[in-house]
């Protein structure tokens, strides 16, 4: 579901289908689309860090 939600910062292997991080540091106008890859995530895989002051 994350490639789905948001391709610009997820990738998935065609060999076993694992999922890449292509953007560990996304723009801030992908961030709805992040967050809601981690919503939909069905094994509660994605962790959002905001950065601290």
């Known amino acids: 579901m994350?490639?789905?939600t948001a391709?610009?910062?997820?990738d998935?292997?065609?060999e076993d289908g694992s999922v890449r991080l292509r953007?560990?540091?996304?723009p801030e106008h992908l961030l709805p689309a992040?967050?809601?890859a981690a919503d939909l995530c069905p094994s509660r895989?994605?962790?959002l860090v905001t950065p601290g002051p």
């Open 7 to 10: 391709p610009e910062v997820f």
């Open 2 to 4: 994350c490639v789905l």
């Open 23 to 26: 953007r560990p540091e996304p």
């Open 45 to 47: 895989a994605i962790t």
């Open 34 to 36: 992040v967050r809601r």
């Open 12 to 14: 998935q292997s065609g």
